[in-house]
């Protein structure tokens, strides 16, 4: 397993990016044994403008907050897709939103797509996209331990427990779709 992880979460506002790479950080940080950066941009408008979160997972010190060479990509919109698929490494993972992407045949990176937005309707709820998204990454990559995630995730939704359960099963359906290329 790799000791360093350096990820990009992407697509547009309210797809829960920034949450997603805040739990992220967290299950590495506080639930885990690593140490974790995560900086974010987004649009002015809160809604629908590009959204990016940059995490970075290390057994080592981390000199810079941002992601310079990416490891994996995920792109839960088009415009997302686009922006990363033509530059990414053929050792990086992108991962995306078979329902809202329409992938290029010359990526070198290796493409996982899975429906997401279609899974979180079908789980009950379409805010927790981003859960399987990152469910699908950590199966990948190992990136934290599921249990730290778990943690991170009662952590958060400790005032909400039928939430944190929705957020595990989303989180599950993930690590189970990390071993399934569509």
């Not at 990363?84 to 991962?95: E, H, I, M, R, T």
């Not at 927790?128 to 699908?136: D, L, S, V, Y």
């Amino acid at each position: 397993m790799k000791d360093r992880w350096e990820i990009i979460l992407s697509g547009v506002g309210g797809q829960g990016l920034i949450l997603g790479g805040s739990i992220l950080g967290e299950a590495a940080t506080v639930y885990g044994d690593a140490k974790a950066t995560l900086t974010s941009s987004y649009g002015v408008e809160t809604r629908g403008t590009f959204t990016k979160s940059d995490i970075i997972i290390s057994k080592r010190e981390i000199y810079f907050p941002e992601v310079m060479k990416a490891d994996v990509v995920l792109a839960l919109a088009q415009a997302a897709y686009d922006r990363y698929a033509g530059k990414l490494d053929p050792d990086c993972l992108l991962v995306f939103d078979s329902g809202t992407v329409t992938a290029a045949q010359n990526v070198q990176a290796s493409q996982y797509g899975h429906p997401f937005n279609r899974l979180a309707l079908e789980l009950g709820n379409p805010a927790i996209a981003n859960i399987i998204a990152i469910g699908t990454i950590v199966g990948l990559t190992q990136a934290v331990a599921r249990e730290a995630f778990y943690q991170a995730l009662e952590a958060r939704f400790s005032e909400k427990p039928k939430a944190a359960e929705l957020n595990r099963r989303a989180f599950d359906k993930g690590l189970e779709l990390a071993g399934k290329k569509e």
